[in-house]
């Protein structure tokens, strides 16, 4: 049916338009609401713009710079909204990736004994469970928040980058308050406060962008398929083991029998792989036994270091010149940085070529 | 305003009858790269022209399945068209049936998160949130998830968040039709609050007394395509009535209240 044969202004009552070109059963529409230029014409005349059509990729990062309150607002909400159903509230916060810890403990610490090489397997094991619990939670939960928020997205209009990164960050307030427990349980097993502890912020400001980068990938793969958020907890899974979160990836590849020492290749990989990698600088930062027990770690001066040991057998590590340098921890920084930076820039634009599309069907 | 060029929309509806779904016909689609079997199209809209300009607020009348919702989310944006296209000059705020913007919060936090999203400073969101919340009405409800509302007070909730903010084009799908009439007599207020604002609104009901009131203009789509579509909305709506084997009513109504020149 075309709409040349039409020939009334808006705003003007007309009959019935008599020799519409159709020959369909159905009569030809009166409608008055239809001017006699194109409409193609008239809208760029008015600088209408298409609807459906994703903005420009400087706007949209503007718009969602000034969302920024709506994000944590959105964030801090569905936080608080989580466990109200339950009668601990709150406490499954904490309770959750304890409970994680202390089944994994009882499989991997006691039962099959894979605490080899690692000095205090406790912390080590906690810290470990802790932070993959953060991208764990931040994958599954961004696959999913297309289709939870399915209402929203379809009443108002906001630059939809904004739920996942909603996601992100609430995954990120969690692991704050778990980052509490994970002290004090640190500090029980006997490790001291030091100012390494600080470089626990840098470590966990990269991972969250790249969870960031990650989620956005992910919250439109799910968008797409229910298929994204069904496979994924599998695939996390084989991350957490090929991590080392339970077990030492060092120990396993420097030792002499370790089961990697042949493999130097695959070991290199697994402890370049974003997982691993920020969990060593975290474990590095928060751990003194880990630093000390690194392969390959030096003191800082081991000359003057020296001197400081005046009883035989003591630990050397309370002077300055005394503190483990380890060997691959500048380059570990370095990818870091490199999986952040790559996982944000390509999850950023993967998820804006899509923006017109979340919401339909 | 709107333009609607041509429109045409297709819904793919997935998992009718005939396939079976299981994982070894889902396999081999995979491997052959075909679409899944049981995908039906549904020719939604066929072929619709017309164009809405700012101040206008603007009835869609028709019956059941004619296709009111699909060209209000085509208008949003939230369908692709098949073909020809929807020209806006702003973004859509749609409200339509389902009640919840984010269920499990409250309504106070959906107003707060609502406002935000809309991209009201969160000064302007301080100032709105008490003038929201009485609008709607809801009273101590605003303290409870948006999950233990019935349906009226959630779509009363929803306008008030959606028109605390001047939109370029509102879109309202029989959201008001639950509302009690204290509740219709304001939001009709509203919505000529938002046209003065130079706003353009759509608004499908089958309440026809609302478009009456409301609409300055009105379309009557059947199947798809448009039957007739004007400013003389009590003829059209007569016409529609007629059609639908009812009596007309509203040509004399209008000539009762306010006589044509």
Not at chain 2, 122 to 134: D, F, G, S
Not at chain 2, 160 to 181: F, R, Y
Request: proline share 5%; net charge positive.
């Amino acid at each position: 049916m075309t709409k040349q044969g039409r020939v009334s202004a808006p705003g003007q009552l007309s009959g019935p338009v008599t020799g519409g070109d159709s020959a369909t059963a159905m009569a030809e529409p009166e409608n008055t609401l239809l001017p006699a230029e194109p409409l193609r014409d008239l809208a760029s005349r008015y600088g209408l713009k298409q609807t459906a059509v994703r903005p420009p990729l400087r706007g949209y990062a503007a718009e969602l710079w000034q969302r920024r309150h709506f994000i944590s607002g959105f964030a801090t909400a569905r936080n608080v909204a989580m466990y109200t159903e339950a009668r601990l509230g709150q406490l499954w916060q904490v309770l959750t990736p304890l409970l994680n810890a202390g089944v994994y403990y009882l499989i991997f610490g006691l039962l099959l004994g894979t605490n080899r090489g690692v000095p205090n397997y406790v912390s080590f094991l906690v810290t470990g469970i802790f932070v993959f619990n953060f991208t764990q939670r931040a994958f599954i939960t961004s696959s999913q928040v297309i289709r939870d928020t399915l209402p929203l997205i379809r009443a108002l209009y906001f630059p939809r980058a904004c739920l996942p990164l909603g996601y992100v960050l609430i995954e990120l307030q969690q692991l704050i308050l778990s980052f509490a427990v994970l002290f004090v349980i640190v500090l029980i097993s006997g490790e001291p406060i030091t100012l390494y502890w600080l470089l626990i912020i840098p470590a966990l400001i990269l991972q969250t962008v790249f969870n960031v980068g990650c989620g956005l990938i992910l919250a439109r793969w799910g968008s797409g398929f229910d298929d994204v958020s069904q496979l994924l907890p599998f695939i996390v899974r084989t991350w957490l083991y090929v991590s080392g979160v339970l077990f030492s990836l060092q120990a396993l590849t420097l030792t002499l029998h370790g089961k990697l020492s042949h493999h130097h290749h695959l070991a290199y990989l697994l402890q370049i792989n974003p997982a691993a990698v920020y969990i060593t600088l975290i474990r590095n930062a928060l751990l003194r036994s880990e630093r000390d027990a690194a392969p390959g770690a030096q003191p800082y001066n081991a000359a003057k270091c020296h001197l400081y040991q005046v009883f035989p057998g003591q630990k050397p590590t309370y002077s300055a010149y005394c503190h483990p340098v380890l060997p691959g921890i500048p380059e570990l920084w370095l990818w870091g940085v490199g999986w952040a930076v790559v996982a944000v820039v390509i999850g950023f634009l993967f998820f804006w070529r899509a923006e017109a599309r979340y919401g339909r069907g | 305003m709107v333009v609607v060029d041509d429109l045409h929309v297709v819904y793919r509806v997935y998992g009718s009858n005939s396939d079976k779904g299981t994982a070894a016909s889902a396999l081999l689609r995979m491997i052959r790269r075909q679409r899944r079997p049981s995908i039906r199209e549904v020719h939604a809209i066929r072929g619709m022209s017309f164009v809405a300009y700012r101040g206008d607020a603007v009835g869609v009348i028709g019956r059941n399945g004619s296709g009111k919702s699909t060209l209000l989310r085509a208008i949003a944006g939230l369908l692709p068209a098949e073909e020809g296209a929807v020209y806006t000059d702003g973004h859509a705020a749609l409200l339509g049936v389902n009640a919840a913007l984010l269920e499990d919060l409250t309504g106070e936090r959906n107003v707060v998160l609502g406002c935000l999203a809309m991209g009201m400073s969160t000064q302007e969101t301080k100032e709105a949130k008490p003038r929201i919340v009485e609008f709607s009405g809801v009273g101590d409800f605003i303290n409870l998830p948006m999950k233990a509302y019935s349906t009226g007070m959630g779509s009363r909730l929803r306008f008030a968040i959606a028109s605390a903010k001047s939109h370029d084009i509102l879109l309202v799908d029989e959201a008001l039709a639950t509302g009690d009439a204290e509740f219709q007599r304001k939001s009709h207020d509203r919505i000529d609050e938002l046209r003065a604002q130079a706003g353009t609104v759509f608004l499908v009901a089958h309440q026809l007394s609302e478009i009456y009131e409301t609409c300055n203009r009105v379309i009557w789509i059947e199947k798809g395509q448009i039957v007739k579509a004007g400013d003389d909305v009590p003829g059209i709506l007569d016409d529609y009535l007629v059609a639908s084997g009812r009596d007309p009513r509203f040509r004399d109504l209008a000539t009762a209240t306010a006589p044509p020149d």
